[in-house]
């Protein structure tokens, strides 16, 4: 006879399990046991969630197997949780540069090595925004300031007719020419022309509805790589950049656990300007971009979506186009 240890458990409460617990092999395999016997529309999303995350685990896990040398996958999944991940950024690991380009011998020849180094690239690859009208093809109707003015959501907007109005926030940003300048001092860029970059790159985005509550949807919050990437690459520890698909999804799931609050009767509660500027807090601390130059949420996206639509519209894209790519096909 099978054991269901969440044989009664709702559905709400297998996706907070997973959304918790992404990383854990063991977890994951008991939830898809468990979703074996559930054939809701919810179920079988999250049963198609959590066969990916399998996928990501054993994927490190294979990887660890087929390597010698030092690489991400040589930490364990514990250290995915957000803050393992900064904490081991700022232990400051001494990282050496290789004076002499690699022979033959030591390139290793598998599909893997060569994905993850790929990864590792497109992390320090950021999607910039010089302006925030840029973020929607210059129209400044669509952007929602709320640094010196009420939430757009406390104030209560009206839609464009036959529209469904969300905001997408933005939770802050990072000064691109800095962080940029500071990895091309770290790394001893000496070309005479050294690439520059202008403009900020969003920290994360959360996508609300048009009373300021968070849409409780796959892709409805997104994050950013390079504020990511940018504080390890600056410890030394490139090899870590590789773990990126797998940290996304930890510090997917702690926005989730803090931006996702609910009252007595199990509603989801508007965000106000104090519940932004302490996540915003928190999730900068975590990430270790403090002391860097940074920008506090001040804006919202008015996004548009047809009335009849029955899906919302998915985050604004933060990172590469091939990273993109390269997260599907893994």
């Not at 232990?91 to 033959?104: D, E, I, L, M, N």
């Not at 529209?163 to 800095?178: I, M, N, Q, S, T």
Request: glycine share 6%.
């Amino acid at each position: 006879m099978s054991v269901r240890p969440f044989f009664n458990k709702s559905i709400s409460d297998l996706e907070d399990t997973f959304a918790n617990n992404r990383g854990d092999a063991d977890i994951l395999n008991l939830l898809l046991d468990e979703l074996e016997h559930r054939k809701t529309g919810r179920a079988l999303s999250l049963k198609e969630n959590v066969l990916q995350a399998r996928d990501s685990v054993a994927y490190l896990q294979q990887s660890d197997s087929l390597t010698e040398t030092p690489t991400i996958n040589n930490y364990s999944n514990q250290a995915w949780d957000v803050a393992d991940v900064v904490e081991q950024a700022n232990q400051g690991k001494s990282f050496t540069v290789r004076k002499q380009s690699p022979s033959v011998s030591e390139v290793a020849d598998d599909s893997q090595s060569i994905l993850s180094a790929w990864t590792a690239l497109e992390v320090l690859s950021p999607q910039g925004y010089r302006r925030k009208e840029d973020l929607v093809g210059g129209d400044r109707s669509r952007i929602a300031r709320f640094d010196k003015r009420e939430l757009p959501w406390i104030v209560g907007e009206k839609s464009r007719p036959n529209k469904r109005l969300y905001y997408e926030l933005f939770l802050g940003a990072v000064e691109l020419a800095p962080a940029v300048e500071a990895l091309l001092k770290c790394y001893a860029d000496k070309r005479p022309d050294k690439p520059s970059m202008r403009g900020q790159n969003a920290i994360a985005t959360v996508l609300l509805d048009k009373d300021g509550r968070p849409v409780d949807e796959e892709n409805s919050i997104g994050v950013s790589s390079f504020t990511w990437g940018m504080p390890i690459a600056l410890n030394g520890d490139l090899e870590k950049l590789a773990a990126w698909p797998v940290a996304e999804k930890q510090i997917i799931a702690f926005l989730r656990k803090r931006l996702f609050q609910r009252d007595d009767e199990g509603e989801l509660i508007p965000l106000s300007k104090q519940s932004i500027s302490d996540v915003f807090g928190e999730l900068t601390s975590r990430l270790g971009l403090v002391g860097h130059k940074i920008k506090e949420p001040s804006f919202a996206i008015r996004v548009y979506e047809f009335y009849g639509s029955k899906t919302p519209p998915e985050s604004t894209l933060l990172n590469s186009f091939l990273e993109i790519s390269l997260k599907r096909e893994t």
